[in-house]
Nanobody, 120 residues
Framework: QVQLVESGGGLVQPGGSERLSCAVS????????MGWYRQAPGKQREMVAV???????NYADSVKGRFTISRDNAKNTVYLQMNSLKPEDTAVYYC??????????????WGQGTQVTVSS
């Protein structure tokens, strides 16, 4: 019912840019927060950027100054603009949303993940 559908990703050269998008659909009362996490081979999933509704963005130290998170609240869509990409940014990127899905229930949802490879 509730779906987070990611788009973007792929192969990018070092120093290049990429934009990820994630749209939330389904029966949603409200969106409390949206963001992006990533998981590289052999590593745990880590927060990249989170933007709470009505709040300020929070970035991992490794991406500060290079990545920008934004939201289109009318479309329930979150974006991640990635600039000056480095090989160490290579990972599967997962969209995250903390949603109110009923009058009394809030919970986390995750996108399917999209591969970002920074190479060559």
């Amino acid at each position: 019912q509730v779906q987070l559908v990611e788009s973007g990703g792929g192969l990018v050269q070092p120093g290049g840019s990429e934009r990820l998008s994630c749209a939330v659909s389904g029966s949603i009362f409200s969106t409390k927060s949206m963001g992006w996490y990533r998981q590289a081979p052999g590593k745990q999933r880590e927060m990249v950027a989170v933007l709470p509704t009505g709040g300020s963005s929070n970035y991992a130290d490794s991406v500060k100054g290079r990545f920008t998170i934004s939201r289109d609240n009318a479309k329930n869509t979150v974006y991640l603009q990635m600039n000056s990409l480095k090989p160490e940014d290579t990972a599967v990127y997962y969209c995250y949303a903390f949603l109110q899905v009923s009058r009394w229930y809030e919970t986390e949802y995750w996108g399917q993940g999209t591969q970002v490879t920074v190479s060559s």
